[in-house]
């Protein structure tokens, strides 16, 4: 959806030493591939399924870039080796040899994720899914699907559509993120607020455990009530205490209607009464509802996102709200929604100034775009400072004012410093994407931010990563957002499955 | 919803000599609650909170028999001291106490399971839930609720119904059972169609766990990526692992509109057909898909069960279904039900027979009353062996054909042994009630029976237990559900947690 680059630099930058010094000593009983080994995985795998700068596969470095590198370029692994098998079983095969060797192991799926959770600290072995691509069934009177981890979201959903049937989450890498990638680092995207998290939606999993063993809970049950539900472990894990192979996720039937609607409000304070008001009204067929403050859409507009509303009706707005429906009728999606309109203008005082609705499918991606050029905006006008957070709704103006008031106080909201604090996102969700635009990034903003902003959001009792994850970004911050006993429970779990500490070491918790 | 007693009796009946010696053996390892213990509870809690025959509480026996014996009267509990903490310390400082003196716990919400989950083996402490009862929070925004686990689940509906929301959860126990249970035993009902299952809606939990520490992960946000899940262990862990004290559930905005229809099919086969039409024209408002077959029918019918349709209706109909719709507007509600009746009559050949719309709430609660008749019709009928599964949907009519079969075989299906061998249940969530109505309960039948049906829900990779949990009832059939693997990875996270195994000894994994 969004590019955090920016904030991954700052950390590298500014935390590195500590970091690389507890990682080296962890790392250190952690063996690196050989050529021995090589000749073992030789024996499970065809050779087009390896690939190492180790002989006898020796192809050269610039081979392994992908996988070691992740797509924003910020994170970089010294892999020598990537396997790709294509059968649980294989997997299996693999892990047992490295959890007996102590080799580390780095599952990758889409290498989409946005943390440095995909990619090797040091020179783990990479085990890709990308080879593990089959639909294993679709029973569309249920909709439930089962599929190999390594299947790309968008090839479900293409595999789907023409069973009206639809993947209950969407996101922006949907082209390259594969479904156990999603599903390892819980991903939430664009139609949580309808279908709900991957916790309610994931039927099932199969997992190779770091000892090798198959956790077969492949189920397609949507109720089973027999005995601890083992398989929510996984889901947001980050791989760190197995290797997902194996999905079984309930689907939605395709809606047949969407419509959606911008509205223009003269304070924040009117979001939440309209939120309530929105859900009252449209219930069942409301889909997003996202927030978008007057900065952040002045900044869309300047850098060319959308169709902008015309000036007079956005003259006196503070914010913006980005209504979507999806529904089966169309004529009553829009009957809905016209009088959900008509109740808001109607109102005395009224909670909006105006609202646009999309009359056509080009108006309805125009004012998509606007929400979605949020970023390539941000990035267009400066150096962006990112935070993905989760707040209590009534708290969103909050974080921002008082973001913006301590960097204001610290002297940093000024030309040649910070230009801009604006704030949007997923209100459905209490998902607030946090944006400081600075001329560029200094060590003095970013002092001035953090641990500020991870403050900010504990004292609210918030998320520091509302959908991104942890990954290798985030370890030194989890104690904003959770507190010793969890951290402590979720040690002794990474200990039970993974004594040897072999799987994805060093990402979500510090090592 | 319906009484497993029969089946509960079965299970004492059949197989009580091997668990009762291994849970002596374990059990031997706990110790009973002393005067000495009630000396140091009597610290902790007041004297109104303290229930014993011990001195100086010193109590009847009869006192305490609404705790030591579940509602159906089935499993009998001699506990000596019930215990009933306001704080989520007491809770705590009773746990660390029983901790250290190895005295088992079971955690008592409602007391309405239905697999003696909530009662003691032996004499462990009963700790109940019931004067926890304060709604610590209600966020109308974004529709979460933070309560007391002893909070009756009748008592949140009310609650919320000012306030436009519902809990996303319906049970017929709703007025005595509580929420922390419901979590728990991770509980279905009727709403998992709409609503989904808890694994969803709950966003956070506050668990006091088997040493006493308090794992606080009470949080009220949609979405937080900050590591393991570890709520879900608890949810539907039937308080095993450690006691929900308190729980943040999000809420769903009330619907403004219900209808229903019950339709006659000429055949199983539409059933399926009609499910995925259904699905594909009422979508977002579709609430329940409930299937009856005729057998079920005929016999609520007999049994003087909600209204029922005209002789000609259902002339010819080898079953039926019970649709349910609820959204925010009957207008569109009730004319997208009618478009759906008409296509379903005029596609040639018809799946439906006829179908009956409700046109009043008087007509809605009868149609309702044919289908939650059912239990009190098979009792009327003769002593029913009940099972709740889950297989795939299409599986339905086989397991209930097979078992009919199977009873035929062996010369059972007659008169003065096995009467009907009937099926119905809630099509949406894959969960079938098979229910065996003789004339009495018999060894033979018994043994006709089981393992037979485990082993051929197991064939079908199915659930022994739906929505009813283990309990103490099915321990020993839980490999027909659950997979070596899997069970081993339960213990390992049992004894992972509770080390002792003072809570709730006995349940879910036998001892």
Redesign the interface.
């Given at each position: 959806m969004y590019s955090t680059s920016q904030l991954a630099r700052r950390h590298l930058v500014g935390r590195p030493l500590r970091r690389l010094c507890l990682s080296t000593r962890s790392f250190s009983q952690l063996q690196s591939v050989t050529e021995a080994d090589l000749a073992h995985f030789a024996k499970i795998l065809p050779p087009s399924a390896i690939l190492s700068t180790l002989s006898p596969s020796s192809v050269p470095s610039s081979e392994l870039e992908p996988f070691n590198n992740d797509w924003m370029n910020k994170y970089h692994g010294k892999s020598t080796t990537v396997l790709k098998p294509r059968t649980t079983q294989e997997v299996s095969a693999i892990v047992k040899h490295c959890n007996e060797r102590r080799i580390g192991i780095v599952p990758q799926g889409g290498n989409t994720g946005l943390v440095g959770g995909g990619v090797p600290v040091k020179d783990e072995l990479i085990v890709s899914l990308a080879n593990m691509t089959n639909v294993r069934s679709f029973?569309?009177?249920?909709?439930i699907l089962v599929a190999d981890a390594g299947c790309i979201l968008q090839s479900l959903s293409d595999y789907l559509a023409p069973q009206?049937h639809i993947v209950p989450l969407d996101l922006g890498a949907k082209g390259s993120c594969q479904i156990g990638g999603n599903v390892s680092?819980?991903a939430?995207g664009l139609r949580?607020l309808r279908y709900?998290?991957l916790?309610?939606?994931v039927l099932g999993l199969e997992v190779v455990l770091p000892d090798g063993?198959?956790?077969?809970?492949l189920?397609?049950?949507?109720?089973?009530?027999?005995?601890?539900?083992?398989k929510?472990?996984f889901?947001?894990?980050e791989g760190t205490?197995g290797i997902v192979t194996g999905v079984s996720i309930l689907t939605a039937?395709a809606?047949?209607a969407s419509n959606n609607v911008m509205l223009a409000l003269p304070t924040f304070d009117n979001v939440?009464p309209l939120?309530?008001a929105v859900?009252?009204?449209?219930?069942?067929?409301l889909s997003a509802f996202e927030f978008i403050d007057r900065r952040a859409y002045d900044l869309a507009v300047k850098h060319g996102q959308g169709r902008a509303l015309d000036d007079s009706e956005v003259e006196g707005a503070e914010c913006f709200v980005l209504v979507e429906t999806?529904?089966?009728?169309r004529e009553?999606d829009e009957?809905?929604l016209n009088k959900l309109l008509e109740s808001l203008m109607g109102s005395e005082p009224s909670l909006i100034n105006t609202g646009v609705l999309a009359t056509s499918p080009a108006q309805f991606s125009s004012l998509w775009a606007i929400r979605e050029g949020l970023t390539e905006a941000m990035s267009k006008e400066g150096k962006a400072y990112k935070y993905d957070i989760?707040v209590?709704?009534?708290k969103f103006k909050e974080v921002i004012d008082t973001t913006r008031e301590h960097i204001k106080s610290r002297g940093l909201l000024r030309e040649g410093a910070v230009r801009h604090v604006v704030g949007y996102g997923?209100v459905?969700?209490?998902?607030l994407h946090l944006n400081v635009v600075a001329d560029a990034y200094t060590p003095e903003i970013e002092a001035c931010l953090e641990p500020f902003v991870y403050e900010l959001v504990s004292k609210y009792?918030?998320?520091?990563?509302?959908?991104?994850?942890?990954g290798v970004m985030?370890t030194h911050a989890?104690p904003y957002?959770?507190?010793a006993?969890?951290?402590d429970?979720?040690k002794?779990?990474?200990h039970?499955f993974d004594p040897n500490g072999i799987m994805n070491p060093g990402k979500?918790?510090e090592l």
């Open positions: 029973d569309d009177a249920s909709g009206d680092t819980n939430g949580l709900g998290s916790h309610g939606s063993t198959i956790l077969d809970q189920t397609t049950l949507r109720k089973d009530n027999t005995g601890y539900d083992l929510q472990l889901i947001g894990a205490l039937p809606p047949q939440l939120y309530k859900k009252r009204q449209l219930s069942e067929i999806s529904g089966s009728s009553h009957e809905k989760s209590p709704l009534h997923h459905g969700d209490g998902n009792s918030g998320s520091i990563s509302a959908e991104h994850g942890i985030k989890l957002s959770k507190n006993v969890s951290i429970w979720m002794k779990i990474k039970l979500v918790l």
